[in-house]
């Protein structure tokens, strides 16, 4: 069974910083490309991130570059996402998500991040 584990997400100050991770089994990690989805109540799903499983390409969104850097361990059967210089429009739940033929075809259940003073 494929399961998507996100952790890492809380309540950070603007201008901080949190390392969300997920944990991937159930299927060969190293064989996907993987992203991280958003989701605010304002702008519904917003792609954030990804990295291919082989070349390492990797593409973020206009609104996290610079500040955000995607990430994966194989030998861990982890994707991560380095969230710094956070903004309150940064709050949303975030989602890992395994990419195959184009779709995201498994989700985590995501992790929360509030982004407030």
């Known amino acids: 069974e494929v399961q998507l584990v996100e952790s890492g997400g809380g309540l950070v100050q603007p201008g901080g910083s949190l390392r969300l991770s997920c944990a991937a089994s159930?299927?060969?990690?190293?064989?996907?490309?993987m992203s991280w989805v958003r989701q605010t109540p304002g702008k519904g799903l917003e792609w954030v991130s990804f990295i291919n499983n082989g070349d390492g390409t990797i593409s973020y969104a206009d609104s996290a570059k610079g500040r955000f850097t995607i990430s994966r361990d194989n030998a861990k059967n982890t994707l991560y996402l380095q969230t710094n210089s956070l903004k309150p429009e940064d709050t949303a739940v975030y989602y890992c998500t395994r990419n195959d033929l184009g779709s995201y075809d498994y989700w985590g259940q995501g992790t929360r991040v509030t982004v407030s003073s």
């Open positions: 159930g299927f060969t990690f190293s064989n996907y490309d």
